[in-house]
């Protein structure tokens, strides 16, 4: 199950659909990532959407492994930590990857689907009001892991807690570009609003 749950999250969804549907290899356009964000930059929001479903997916069915085969011996999170580890150093992408924010959220919502439910209000509400969704995603698993210190889950606690360190690591050049003011914005909310009002003053 370890192996089906990191082969799951070796899957590319971003370089496969990106090559699939639009002969397009992502890696050699925008930032370079495999991920949502540079998928919806490079190729369009459809395609930034199907890639974000799939990538959640990964997390979500590599967590349900033990459900699956009827094993419960074992936490589920386990599986998906492989996804992740799979989605980051994927076997199909010379171990090479994404920064396992969608993968890290899949996994959130087969094993607590409320704190999925929290993490993606406090992403969609950031999104809306810095138009970063580097910072959204940085701020959302900072603020979620300290909501599951007030459920009687102690793994969960400590995952959350690596996970949020790895995804802080991960974005360690958009954080450079957050501070210098030149982090990439999405095409709408307050953020980008002010920016371009900036820049034709």
């Known amino acids: 199950m370890l192996v089906i749950a990191y082969l799951l999250g070796s899957i590319p969804s971003g370089v496969w659909i990106g090559k699939l549907f639009f002969h397009i290899d992502i890696r050699r356009h925008g930032s370079g990532n495999i991920g949502t964000t540079n998928t919806y930059r490079v190729l369009g929001p ?5 890639v974000m479903a799939m990538d959640i997916s990964k997390g979500a069915i590599a967590t349900l492994l033990p459900t699956f085969f009827g094993n419960f011996t074992v936490n589920a999170l386990v599986f998906g930590l492989a996804a992740i580890l799979g989605h980051t150093f994927s076997v199909f992408d010379h171990f090479k990857g994404g920064k396992a924010v969608a993968t890290s959220a899949g996994m959130i919502l087969a094993y607590r689907p409320m704190f999925f439910l929290i993490a993606a209000g406090i992403w969609i ?3 809306l009001l810095t138009s970063m969704v580097s910072l959204a995603s940085m701020v959302a698993f900072t603020l979620t892991t300290i909501t599951t210190f007030f459920v009687n889950d102690a793994f969960l606690s400590i995952l959350a807690i690596v996970l949020t360190i790895f995804i ?8 450079r570009r957050i501070m210098n003011g030149t982090e990439s914005m999405v095409p709408f909310g307050l953020g980008n609003y002010f920016r371009k009002k900036k820049a034709t003053n």
């Open 125 to 127: 509400l950031l999104i």
């Open 46 to 50: 459809i395609a930034g959407t199907i």
């Open 168 to 175: 802080f690591y991960r974005h360690r050049t958009n954080i």
